[in-house]
């Protein structure tokens, strides 16, 4: 029975022509999935099908571009410049459909860059030909989705994209009809609507995608936005409201938060929106999951919540709220990997860090949800890929017995949770342990640790090694004094630290410790061998995100340093400008992790199916590596 505290998530909303069953959209994310040449790609219907059938009352493919393909590539994205999209858009339409959602794709232009030369601006330099172009492109565009059995088309004007340029003074400095004032700088967008109306009449409903803010020195504020709704509002059904730019890297956190910035961090936006009586209805999105949009809901800062990130961790989640199982939830934990992979112009298909099935839908499709034959399974070790190995076995019919030689599930997990940033990752690891102990399948031997003999005399007919890594302690002299601890140690509060602390190792669990220190009063440096240019590399939109904040909280980032020697109060530092001293109360080590290969290797030739998976095969796993390969591992047995 469903929760009350959904009620409003689930009532049906009137939106142009169409009614749709409750308040959820997909949010418009491209995942890579269609063809190179623009079509549509069973991959891409088989995405799409999966979160129709989770429950979301409207699901949205996202960044199709309109400009006909001409033989170039389009980055894996859908193109609606040409009428051979339909027959596949068609079958996308119907997968959507069969499970009661209606079906939207969302339309883009191209993006521009801000830091463009003054006056040479692609907005200044159209011709009323080119600006002719483009509107019929996008009309054109609109009448290919009606004909494919589309509901709703979702113009992308926003976030630096092309018909937000015409609105933002930012881009347009033009002096005739589309430039100056807000209705001029309106115009392209209302002659847009036009246009699209002349083409699909109400046939379609229109989803407007606006920035609220760009955020930037002479870009859209706020107040702006309010009239610029309020000009356009009689030619759409939707307004979606979100802020930021593309094309701007410190902005692209702003847009899709990582787990440092709080949930909904856009949708006061949205509230502004709806307080200044705009008359459609009006989406919020940013970092949303169930429980955060019925709370939106329910105090009336938007009509709807447009979510993705929650939609790909758990495809279900809707459903799963319908249905009183929101303890079912899968958490999404905001790592951003998903739009790591799939933002700029070497994307790479959609993959999520909880959920080893997205992106893989066609290739699962046909996997059996029961193995042909039940057989006995031990996992050893209970991190997060050996729970998730341990599930998926268990999920398709296996006996698993789980040994963890702790005295709790979780594994390295355990020591990454504690800084109050790290709620969505200890959500993450609460659902995992509970899902994990719940399920009947499953018989866990926690505090025992699992040898040779032990799984032996389980007579299993496969063993699944997860037993993890140990922190790596490179040899440097002096990184074993009384000073020195490890990252680990200092997260989980076993060690206690002093007023003056070094980090060393600049990765992302390295600069989150140092932000938590920070916070609390310490004055913290961190030194990393390579640049902070390299250091985003590792995580690039978390790692923007967490660049700000440590400098914002006066953390010293010592990058292009290597340490080579540690005292006891004082590091030694060495870069190209060749050494120097740091004084320290404290010396943390986050320097990555050693594989237990040795350990991992006692359980080789055991029987005839043996899979080592997780961090004791690599010194570069990650969760989503960890997850990935437990699910393949459950899956292949």
């Avoid at 009689?234 to 409201?241: A, M, N, S, W, Y």
């Avoid at 010293?556 to 120097?580: C, F, P, R, W, Y």
């Amino acid at each position: 029975m469903m929760n009350p505290r959904y009620k409003k998530v689930f009532e049906p909303i009137q939106i142009g022509h169409m009614l749709v069953k409750n308040r959820i959209e997909t949010a418009p994310a491209a995942p890579r999935l269609a063809y190179n040449d623009g079509l549509v790609s069973p991959e891409l219907i088989e995405w799409s099908r999966e979160l129709a059938k989770g429950g979301a009352g409207i699901v949205t493919v996202g960044i199709s571009q309109v400009t006909p393909p001409q033989g170039l590539p389009s980055g894996f994205c859908v193109n609606m410049g040409d009428d051979s999209v339909v027959v596949g858009l068609a079958a996308l339409a119907d997968a959507v459909h069969r499970y009661g959602a209606k079906a939207s794709i969302e339309l883009a232009g191209f993006a521009f860059a801000p830091d463009l030369p003054e006056g040479k601006s692609p907005i200044d330099m159209m011709t009323q030909e080119d600006i002719d172009r483009w509107i019929k492109y996008f009309a054109d565009a609109a009448e290919r989705a009606l004909f494919a059995g589309m509901d709703m088309i979702l113009l992308h004007g926003g976030h630096g994209i092309l018909i937000s340029n015409f609105f933002s003074p930012l881009f347009n400095h033009r002096t005739d009809k589309y430039g100056g004032s807000i209705e001029n700088r309106a115009r392209f967008a209302c002659e847009l609507l036009d246009a699209i109306r002349a083409k699909v009449g109400n046939k379609l409903a229109i989803e407007f995608r606006l920035s609220a803010e760009e955020l930037m020195p002479g870009g859209i504020e706020l107040p702006e936005t309010i009239e610029f709704a309020k000009i356009i509002q009689d030619k759409i059904d939707l307004l979606h409201v979100s802020a930021g730019m593309l094309l701007v890297d410190e902005l692209v956190p702003i847009s899709t938060q990582p787990s440092y910035l709080k949930r909904g961090y856009n949708v006061h936006y949205a509230a502004e929106l709806k307080k200044a009586g705009i008359k459609v209805p009006i989406t919020a999105v940013g970092s949303i999951d169930l429980d955060l949009a019925a709370e939106i809901l329910e105090k009336g800062e938007a009509d709807m919540c447009a979510m993705i990130r929650t939609v790909i961790a758990d495809p279900f989640s809707v459903n799963k709220a319908r249905t009183g199982r929101e303890e079912e939830i899968r958490p999404c934990i905001r790592c951003v990997l998903c739009l790591n992979r799939t933002h700029g112009m070497r994307g790479i298909r959609v993959a999520c860090a909880v959920n080893p099935r997205a992106g893989r839908e066609l290739e699962l499709r046909d996997a059996a949800a029961t193995a042909p034959k039940k057989k006995k399974v031990v996992v050893v070790g209970g991190g997060p890929a050996g729970m998730e190995a341990a599930r998926t076995a268990a999920d398709r019919g296996h006996d698993v017995v789980l040994f963890e030689k702790s005295e709790k599930l979780g594994g390295m997990l355990n020591t990454a949770v504690f800084p109050d940033f790290k709620a969505d990752l200890k959500a993450y690891l609460r659902w995992a342990i509970r899902m994990t102990t719940r399920n009947p399948r499953i018989q866990i031997r926690l505090a025992t640790e699992a040898t040779p003999e032990r799984v032996k005399a389980e007579n299993p007919d496969a063993v699944i090694v997860a037993v993890g890594a140990d922190s790596n302690i490179p040899p440097i002299p002096g990184l074993d004094g009384d000073n020195v601890a490890w990252v680990g140690d200092v997260e989980t509060g076993r060690v206690q630290v002093g007023d003056k602390v070094i980090v060393a190792g600049g990765g992302l669990t390295g600069c989150e410790t140092a932000l938590d220190l920070a916070r609390k009063g310490k004055k913290v440096t961190i030194v990393e061998m390579v640049s902070e240019e390299e250091m985003l590399k590792v995580s690039p939109i978390p790692m923007t995100a967490l660049m700000k904040l440590l400098k914002e909280v006066g953390v010293t980032i010592m990058a292009n340093h290597k340490l080579v020697k540690v005292g006891d109060t004082t590091a030694t530092v060495e870069s190209s400008d060749g050494q120097k001293n740091i004084d320290f109360d404290t010396l943390i080590v986050s320097l990555g992790v050693k594989p237990k290969t040795e350990e991992a290797r006692k359980f080789a030739g055991l029987v005839d199916d043996v899979y080592f998976i997780g961090d004791c095969t690599t010194s570069r796993g990650t969760l989503y590596t960890a997850t990935t390969a437990g699910f393949n591992a459950g899956m292949d047995i």
